[in-house]
């Protein structure tokens, strides 16, 4: 379906002239909720101090407040049990989207409006998504006979992270230079940005595929899958739904890429080196 109608943000939202929000505000809000969602689901499975039932509503605002210390302090408490690969799992999740809520948005100079009917599509996805994979994790506190290893020395657990890092610093490495473009073109003269709007990026993966960003944050989460040994429905669900989305629309971008530019490089695929 995205394939057919795309995706109107960024370069590919052009056409849109009405229920338009402003792209940062609609960012941050489209993807702070991920996080949200998933520590308050892994927080309504312990007895954190605030909650002396293993209960805890999820949209409370005090408790949401609260929930941060509570949570990692109750977290490392368990560690020594069962609560190490729990840990990492979700300062793998954290990290993710404190990069990609707050800091990413902020380093961009100015972005692009989006269609709001965009920002709740994604609202929607990042409920489901943050409250499922939340579960799973906060579920297996709880299961004192589970198939998932909690040990982390496990080898799919040291791949999974390794996996899981290497595209988390790919990503951000791509974004950076596509900020860095996005800057350059803000620091010239009227003239030259009526002339050249846009560029053809450059370094890093970008000499393979269009989209390496995209093909980075894929990888992310599956490292993320191959961390919890295999067994997260939710994580392997996440990767693909995550890979469905963002195929479609590097699909779109390399189009836009190679009618725009006519040097643009023949050998650059959309997404995945060599394939696509």
């Known amino acids: 379906m995205l394939r057919i109608i795309g995706a109107p943000y960024g370069s590919q939202g052009q056409y849109l002239k009405s229920l338009l929000v402003n792209g940062k505000l609609a960012w941050v809000l489209m993807e702070i909720i991920s996080p949200v969602v998933y520590i308050s689901t892994i927080a309504s499975f312990l007895e954190l101090p605030e909650s002396p039932s293993t209960s805890l509503p999820l949209f409370s605002f005090s408790n949401i407040l609260s929930i941060p210390k ?7 408490a368990r560690a020594g049990s069962n609560g190490s690969l729990q840990l990492v799992l979700i300062t793998m999740w954290l990290t993710h989207y404190l990069h990609r809520a707050i800091i990413y948005p902020l380093s961009q100079k100015s972005r692009a409006p989006m269609h709001v009917g965009i920002m709740l599509l994604g609202i929607g996805f990042n409920l489901l998504n943050g409250f499922v994979n939340g579960y799973w994790v906060g579920s297996s506190f709880q299961q ?24 988390f610093i790919g990503n ?62 939710p994580a392997i ?11 479609p629309r590097a699909l779109e971008i390399h189009e836009w890429y190679k009618n725009t530019f006519k040097e643009y490089p023949k050998n650059r695929k959309a997404i995945v080196p060599f394939l696509i």
């Open 70 to 76: 509570a949570l990692i302090h109750e977290i490392y």
């Open 144 to 167: 004192t006979n589970t198939t998932t290893s909690n040990n982390a020395s496990d080898l799919h657990f040291i791949i999974g992270v390794a996996v899981f890092t290497m595209g």
């Open 172 to 233: 951000i490495y791509h974004d950076h230079i596509l900020v860095s473009l996005r800057k350059n073109k803000d620091n010239k003269s009227d003239n030259s940005k009526q002339q050249q709007r846009y560029f053809i990026p450059h370094g890093g993966l970008f000499g393979l595929v269009s989209c390496p960003h995209y093909l980075c944050e894929v990888v992310e989460w599956v490292g993320y899958w191959v961390a919890t040994g295999l067994s997260s429905r």
């Open 237 to 247: 669900l996440f990767a693909i739904s995550t890979f469905s989305v963002l195929c």
